[in-house]
């Protein structure tokens, strides 16, 4: 059993919270210490992105982080560099989200290898086609012990799911909405009808929401219908203030104050 399924097994009622931030933002060799203040300020687990020039699901605020983390000299090389001490200062799950092409730039087998040699648990490749994945990748992932996580949006079919759910090893990425990141989540009916007809087919696998989570009340509505959701754009605006680091721990005990039990 690896970090993520042990964190939802144990989890109970809990609903996870989980932060995404761009690596190399707002500096180069923030990475690490970004990681490390989130475990300890109550994160449960993380999804580190791995800047890319044409992140195309991405809202202005992560494209943002991207540009300046490229500018910064930010790579895949340089990303496993800093990690080669992640399990030294953090233990909690910890996911890597980027775009394809980077990966078969750096190659799929040396990019799976570099994960399962510095402790990452999964990944979160949104332009890999499913059945590119299946057909060539799969086993690849797999002998290092990496989870490939798929996203759902609201026109993913019944089929499409039910096949995702079968590929899945950890969790789905359930996308609250076809938009870019950083929209703030609307739970209006149609939402919830969707949130809810994900929660009625009673998949394996747990669900977590991303996209337009940024505050208690998002991140409450979310999880009122999944296993927990996934804070991005409203993290990383945090981290353009000044003495982010000191104010991790408040962002993070607002998002969770009342967060034990459905």
Do not use: W
Not at 11 to 29: E, F, H, N, Q, V
Not at 115 to 131: E, F, N, Q, S, T
């Amino acid at each position: 059993m690896n970090r993520i399924n042990k964190l939802f097994a144990d989890s109970g009622d809990k609903r996870i919270l989980s932060i995404y931030y761009t690596a190399g933002y707002p500096t180069l060799d923030s990475t690490l210490t970004i990681a490390e203040t989130l475990e300890k300020s109550g994160a449960d687990f993380l999804e580190i992105g791995f800047p890319y020039s044409d992140p195309v699901a991405d809202g202005p605020v992560i494209q943002h982080s991207s540009e300046v983390a490229l500018r910064n000299g930010m790579t895949l090389h340089v990303l496993f560099e800093q990690l080669s001490k992640l399990r030294d200062r953090v233990h909690i799950p910890v996911l890597l989200m980027g775009y394809v092409n980077p990966v078969l730039q750096y190659g799929i087998d040396r990019f799976c290898q570099s994960c399962k040699a510095v402790g990452v648990d999964g990944v979160i490749v949104p332009d890999l086609p499913m059945y590119e994945y299946e057909a060539q990748y799969r086993a690849i992932f797999e002998a290092n012990g990496l989870s490939n996580i798929f996203l759902v949006t609201p026109q993913t079919s019944e089929e499409r799911i039910r096949k995702i759910d079968g590929l899945s090893t950890s969790f789905i990425y359930l996308l609250s909405s076809s938009a870019t990141t950083g929209k703030n989540l609307s739970v209006s009916e149609d939402t919830a009808a969707y949130f809810s007809r994900i929660q009625q087919m009673k998949l394996k696998n747990p669900v977590v929401v991303g996209f337009g989570i940024s505050n208690r009340d998002t991140f409450l509505r979310a999880t009122d219908y999944t296993d927990g959701a996934i804070v991005g754009s409203a993290f990383v605006r945090l981290l353009d203030e000044a003495n982010y680091l000191e104010k991790v721990p408040a962002f993070i005990q607002q998002l969770k104050e009342v967060t034990d039990g459905h």
